[in-house]
């Protein structure tokens, strides 16, 4: 295993002045990674670079509007970015914007979050027609992001989720709740609009394992039934256990919560809300089907439990009768320029944090000198937001053991970089001028009583921002 070192009288040099460090990615895992190096006894300072012209990645643009408690965790996060020891660079898109070689002329290491943001792939027949959606897609429509259509199709009267995690929870909810209800938050007008007019009134979740495998936290699966609009339907017969999910809900409160909720849920008789949200267990969805290029509906397979909390195909098919079809099955990082890239695993290939070039004759690891990744593009997309604080910790314990050995930045004076992207024309956002563009959605919401309304239109981010402006 190596790393690059450097011998020189710059070494002494780099010693005298804080460490340079550039995060590329203001979400919470390189939000995390700045807390972490600023907890440490290193004397550091910190450029946090982001492709949108706000802070946050996925807490801004991730989560369902309807989540404000997860949204509370920006409370902490602005914390750390109030640190002197930190600066915001947001609207730089890396690769186009500024490339690693420009990067390691200003810091004397950086440090990778870009998180997962694209839709994994499911390769079943017919996923590609009309009315076929990405839940990622979908998240950044709902979530106001500047980088997707403003519209969205909504005419479907019975839609299909595929997935069994808190993205599918997010996306059947939003579905399946009104506009009206959703109004108070913080959605844009053109998504107000678009939920207003949404025809949806069956929302069907597919499981391909049971209830002890989905992967729902209980907190987010109970909020499903506290819309007066939604009426959460669990058939009784979904309702099984083997050995394997007896012990899955023994080692885990979570699971057994989950578990519980289903049940009760199973056994109630149902109500009278006029919207359905059907969660629907051992089916595993084996074909889209369509007619003229466009969704008509989903043939499922049942499954049983095999003992081990796996399950096996049955070869009974049934077909279901909805018009669009979600699929929430994963995000995806993706291949990040000059990084090493692991196409399956949709990670950056690295140990503990430490990037991986590649294998040196003998088989050991070669690193990339002075370069790491934190969060989802590290790890893959698992987790909760709160996980990634280990994987900052982690990393950032690496990157300060080799700090010793880092070649110096040539470049390290802050005002070299702000300069370089001066010089390229490149409207870049502030820390201060986040606090500008938040002054200026919580006034677009209080006309109405709302905390905020998010602006949308990248051009309007950036003028309420006033890019360059401390």
Same mark, same amino acid.
């Given at each position: 295993?190596?790393? %690059?070192?450097?011998?020189?009288?710059?070494?002494?040099?780099?010693?005298?002045?804080?460490?340079?460090?550039?995060?590329?990615?203001?979400?919470?895992?390189?939000?995390?990674?700045?807390?972490?190096?600023?907890?440490?006894?290193?004397?550091?300072?910190?450029?946090?670079?982001?492709?949108?012209?706000?802070?946050?990645?996925?807490?801004?643009?991730?989560?369902?509007?309807?989540?404000?408690?997860?949204?509370?965790?920006?409370?902490?996060?602005?914390?750390?970015? *109030?640190?002197? @020891?930190?600066? =915001?660079?947001?609207?730089?898109?890396?690769?186009?914007?500024?490339?690693?070689?420009?990067?390691?002329?200003?810091?004397?290491?950086?440090?990778?979050?870009?998180?997962?943001?694209?839709?994994?792939?499911?390769?079943?027949?017919?996923?590609?027609?009309?009315?076929?959606?990405?839940?990622?897609?979908?998240?950044?429509?709902?979530?106001?992001?500047?980088?997707?259509?403003?519209?969205?199709?909504?005419?479907?009267?019975?839609?299909?989720?595929?997935?069994?995690?808190?993205? %599918? =929870? *997010?996306?059947?909810?939003?579905?399946?709740?009104?506009?009206?209800?959703?109004?108070?938050?913080?959605?844009? #007008?053109?998504?107000?609009?678009?939920?207003?007019?949404?025809?949806?009134?069956?929302?069907?979740?597919?499981?391909?394992?049971?209830?002890?495998?989905?992967?729902?936290?209980?907190?987010?699966?109970?909020?499903?039934?506290?819309?007066?609009?939604?009426?959460?339907?669990?058939?009784?017969?979904?309702?099984?256990?083997?050995?394997?999910?007896?012990? %899955?809900?023994?080692?885990?409160?979570?699971?057994?919560?989950?578990?519980?909720?289903?049940? @009760?849920?199973?056994?109630?008789?149902?109500?009278?809300?006029?919207?359905?949200?059907?969660?629907?267990?051992?089916?595993? #969805?084996?074909?889209?089907?369509?007619?003229?290029?466009?969704?008509?509906?989903?043939?499922?397979?049942?499954?049983?439990?095999?003992?081990?909390?796996?399950?096996?195909?049955?070869?009974?098919?049934?077909?279901?009768?909805?018009?669009?079809?979600?699929?929430?099955?994963?995000? =995806?990082?993706?291949?990040?320029?000059?990084?090493?890239?692991? *196409?399956?695993?949709?990670?950056?290939?690295?140990?503990?944090?430490?990037?991986?070039?590649?294998?040196?004759?003998?088989?050991?690891? /070669?690193?990339?000198?002075?370069?790491?990744?934190?969060?989802?593009?590290?790890?893959?997309?698992?987790?909760?937001?709160?996980?990634?604080?280990?994987?900052?910790?982690?990393?950032?314990?690496?990157?300060?053991?080799?700090?010793?050995?880092?070649?110096? %930045?040539?470049?390290?004076?802050?005002?070299?970089?702000?300069?370089?992207?001066?010089?390229?024309?490149?409207?870049?956002?502030?820390?201060?001028?986040?606090?500008?563009?938040?002054?200026?959605?919580?006034? =677009?919401?209080?006309?109405?009583?709302?905390?905020?309304?998010?602006?949308?239109?990248?051009?309007?981010?950036? /003028?309420?921002?006033?890019?360059?402006?401390?």
């Amino acid at each position: 295993m190596t790393q %690059a070192s450097s011998t020189g009288p710059d070494a002494h040099t780099a010693r005298t002045r804080p460490l340079r460090i550039a995060i590329v990615g203001a979400g919470p895992a390189g939000i995390y990674a700045a807390d972490a190096l600023m907890k440490s006894d290193a004397d550091v300072s910190i450029d946090l670079f982001e492709r949108m012209p706000a802070p946050f990645g996925l807490i801004r643009y991730g989560v369902a509007p309807d989540h404000p408690r997860i949204k509370g965790i920006i409370t902490a996060l602005h914390k750390v970015l *109030d640190k002197p @020891q930190v600066r =915001l660079l947001g609207n730089i898109d890396y690769g186009t914007d500024i490339t690693l070689d420009d990067l390691r002329a200003f810091y004397d290491a950086v440090i990778f979050s870009t998180g997962a943001n694209a839709d994994r792939a499911l390769p079943i027949p017919g996923i590609d027609l009309d009315g076929s959606f990405g839940a990622a897609d979908f998240v950044s429509w709902y979530d106001g992001h500047p980088d997707v259509p403003r519209t969205w199709p909504l005419d479907a009267e019975k839609v299909a989720v595929l997935g069994v995690g808190n993205v %599918a =929870l *997010d996306v059947a909810r939003v579905l399946a709740k009104t506009g009206d209800e959703l109004l108070p938050t913080e959605i844009p #007008p053109n998504v107000y609009k678009g939920l207003k007019a949404n025809k949806a009134v069956e929302v069907h979740v597919f499981g391909r394992r049971g209830p002890a495998q989905a992967k729902f936290t209980p907190l987010e699966l109970r909020e499903l039934d506290h819309s007066p609009t939604i009426e959460v339907i669990v058939d009784p017969e979904d309702i099984d256990y083997d050995e394997g999910s007896e012990a %899955a809900r023994r080692h885990s409160k979570q699971v057994d919560m989950v578990a519980n909720t289903l049940e @009760q849920w199973a056994i109630r008789d149902a109500g009278d809300r006029p919207h359905k949200l059907f969660l629907h267990f051992f089916e595993s #969805p084996a074909e889209v089907l369509g007619e003229n290029g466009k969704v008509v509906g989903l043939r499922t397979e049942r499954t049983q439990l095999d003992g081990t909390g796996n399950v096996k195909g049955t070869g009974v098919f049934k077909d279901w009768d909805v018009q669009a079809i979600y699929r929430a099955v994963g995000y =995806l990082s993706q291949n990040l320029t000059q990084l090493p890239f692991d *196409d399956q695993a949709g990670t950056v290939p690295n140990e503990a944090g430490r990037v991986i070039a590649d294998e040196n004759a003998d088989g050991a690891a /070669r690193y990339m000198p002075a370069t790491y990744v934190t969060g989802w593009i590290k790890r893959g997309p698992v987790g909760l937001i709160g996980h990634t604080k280990g994987d900052a910790n982690e990393t950032i314990a690496c990157l300060l053991d080799d700090a010793p050995g880092f070649t110096p %930045a040539q470049r390290p004076e802050p005002e070299a970089v702000t300069e370089f992207l001066e010089s390229k024309g490149i409207p870049f956002t502030t820390w201060a001028g986040w606090y500008r563009l938040d002054a200026h959605e919580r006034s =677009l919401g209080e006309p109405e009583g709302r905390e905020r309304v998010k602006v949308v239109e990248r051009e309007d981010m950036l /003028r309420a921002s006033e890019p360059h402006k401390v």
